[in-house]
């Protein structure tokens, strides 16, 4: 099969690869999927880089790319949940750094695969499952509820624009810092605006003079903001800073989990939720998306489609 590969760590794309490499086995438990579509997230450049080694192991060459929207093409040993032809999407993350998305087929966990929502095509399916489930459980670990004003740091990002939208799902004021440029998207999420940068305590301050109940930082570096806006008795996560933890908050690692995904994929099947995806790339030229990627200022989701 056709893939974009790494056989060493680099701090930019040049160690990456597009050519043939071996198709991926099947184990029992496991669908094979037929890529059509995979979201580029920043922990793909991260760990490109190696700023996860520490933490898990990496087998080279590595097919970066935990994302994954396709069909199902074969079902391994005992693997009742599915079928061949079934439309799906799933966060693929493994234990270990060597298999992923970036590429025409990708053998993945069926705990962790979901069917893909009629209502999303197939680019903001692709982008669904890593975003949406990080947003998730950062508003399930903060208990966001219809009492609650909550501040989402990034909030016109892949994750932060989701966020705003489950936040809003369940009944909460969402505060979202964003640039000027998105603010006008951000309102049609059903969120209140403000500019990031210098001044944002104040701003956030004069939209709730009280404090905001809770806070997700989806871009990290926001602590002091956090602090100094959040009321007392509130609740913080970051899925960016891990020192957030030394602050009362709890910084946040998604898991894969076929379940909560499929929750996400009802919402958006009831026209509660949507993706934005603000550009995308075929699969020769995913070196291109991770470097738009690395940007830091996309709106929504950048997506590798085949």
Same mark, same amino acid.
């Given at each position: 099969?056709?893939?974009?590969?790494?056989?060493?760590?680099?701090?930019?794309?040049?160690?990456?690869?597009?050519?043939?490499?071996?198709?991926?086995?099947?184990?029992?438990?496991? @669908?094979?999927?037929?890529?059509?579509?995979?979201? @580029?997230?920043?922990?793909?450049?991260?760990?490109? =880089?190696?700023?996860?080694?520490?933490?898990?192991? !990496?087998?080279?060459? @590595? &097919?970066?790319?935990?994302?994954?929207?396709?069909?199902?093409?074969?079902?391994?040993?005992?693997?009742?949940?599915?079928?061949?032809?079934? %439309? !799906?999407?799933?966060?693929?993350?493994?234990?270990? $750094?060597?298999?992923?998305?970036?590429?025409?087929?990708?053998?993945?966990?069926?705990?962790?695969?979901?069917?893909?929502?009629?209502?999303?095509?197939?680019?903001?399916?692709?982008?669904?499952?890593?975003?949406?489930?990080?947003?998730?459980?950062?508003?399930?670990?903060?208990?966001?509820? @219809?009492?609650?004003? +909550?501040?989402? *740091?990034?909030?016109?990002?892949?994750?932060?624009?989701?966020? $705003?939208?489950?936040?809003?799902?369940?009944?909460?004021?969402? &505060?979202?810092?964003? =640039?000027?440029?998105? *603010?006008?998207?951000?309102?049609?999420?059903?969120?209140?605006?403000?500019?990031?940068?210098?001044?944002? &305590?104040?701003? $956030?301050?004069?939209?709730?003079?009280?404090?905001?109940?809770?806070?997700?930082?989806?871009?990290?570096?926001?602590?002091?903001? /956090?602090?100094?806006?959040?009321?007392?008795?509130?609740?913080? &996560?970051?899925?960016?800073?891990? /020192?957030?933890?030394?602050?009362?908050?709890?910084? $946040?690692?998604?898991?894969?989990?076929?379940?909560?995904?499929?929750?996400?994929?009802?919402?958006?099947?009831?026209?509660?939720?949507?993706?934005?995806?603000? %550009?995308?790339?075929?699969?020769?030229?995913?070196?291109?998306? +991770? #470097?738009?990627?690395? #940007?830091?200022?996309?709106?929504?989701?950048?997506?590798?489609?085949?």
């Amino acid at each position: 099969m056709r893939a974009v590969t790494y056989s060493a760590y680099a701090a930019d794309n040049s160690a990456l690869v597009y050519g043939e490499v071996a198709d991926p086995k099947l184990g029992p438990g496991q @669908v094979m999927v037929r890529v059509l579509a995979a979201g @580029v997230n920043p922990v793909d450049w991260k760990v490109m =880089s190696g700023g996860l080694d520490g933490m898990m192991d !990496v087998v080279f060459p @590595v &097919i970066p790319g935990w994302d994954v929207a396709g069909v199902v093409t074969a079902l391994g040993p005992d693997t009742p949940e599915f079928a061949v032809g079934d %439309e !799906v999407m799933a966060y693929a993350r493994k234990d270990t $750094v060597h298999a992923g998305t970036f590429a025409e087929y990708v053998a993945v966990a069926a705990t962790s695969v979901a069917r893909k929502p009629a209502a999303l095509d197939w680019a903001q399916a692709g982008g669904l499952p890593l975003a949406g489930l990080t947003a998730l459980r950062s508003l399930d670990h903060l208990a966001v509820g @219809v009492r609650d004003t +909550l501040l989402v *740091h990034g909030a016109a990002g892949g994750v932060g624009s989701i966020a $705003v939208q489950l936040g809003r799902e369940r009944g909460a004021r969402v &505060i979202g810092t964003a =640039s000027p440029r998105n *603010h006008e998207y951000l309102r049609g999420l059903g969120a209140e605006p403000v500019a990031y940068g210098e001044g944002v &305590i104040d701003r $956030v301050r004069a939209l709730a003079p009280d404090g905001v109940s809770a806070v997700a930082d989806f871009v990290g570096g926001q602590l002091d903001t /956090t602090l100094a806006v959040l009321a007392p008795g509130g609740r913080h &996560i970051s899925i960016a800073d891990n /020192t957030v933890d030394r602050q009362g908050g709890h910084w $946040v690692w998604v898991r894969p989990d076929g379940a909560r995904l499929a929750a996400l994929a009802d919402l958006a099947d009831r026209g509660a939720l949507t993706v934005e995806v603000s %550009e995308t790339f075929p699969l020769d030229r995913t070196a291109d998306a +991770l #470097t738009a990627s690395r #940007t830091g200022h996309t709106r929504g989701k950048i997506v590798v489609v085949t």
